[in-house]
């Protein structure tokens, strides 16, 4: 059975930084690909950053280009995503997603709120 839990989000203040983590099991992790999602209150799903399987190519949302990062450990099979420069506009649950035969598998979201 596919899981992926998330952890890491929180409060923090305009300009704070936080790394979110999901870890992933029931799969072969390092053989997908994996995305990162988020949802702001009362918004569409936003997609916001990719990594391949091997940790080789990785694309990001304009809205969070420069200050995300993506990475994975696949020995830990876990993939992270590290936010700088939080602004309030980051603001949603943020859920880590894999796709398999054309089936999606969703974490249950970490919230990650900035606000002063």
């Known amino acids: 059975e596919v899981q992926l839990a998330e952890s890491g989000g929180g409060m923090v203040q305009p300009g704070g930084s936080l790394r979110l983590s999901c870890a992933a099991s029931?799969?072969?992790?390092?053989?997908?690909?994996m995305t990162w999602i988020r949802r702001a209150p009362g918004k569409e799903l936003e997609w916001v950053s990719y990594i391949n399987f091997g940790g080789t190519t990785t694309y990001y949302a304009d809205s969070v280009k420069g200050r995300f990062t993506i990475s994975r450990d696949n020995a830990k099979t876990t993939v992270y995503l590290q936010m700088n420069s939080l602004k309030p506009e980051d603001t949603a649950v943020y859920y880590c997603?894999?796709?398999?035969?054309?089936?999606?598998?969703w974490g249950q979201g970490t919230q990650v709120t900035v606000s002063s």
């Open positions: 997603k894999v796709t398999q035969w054309n089936h999606d598998y």
């Open positions: 029931g799969f072969t992790f390092s053989a997908y690909d």
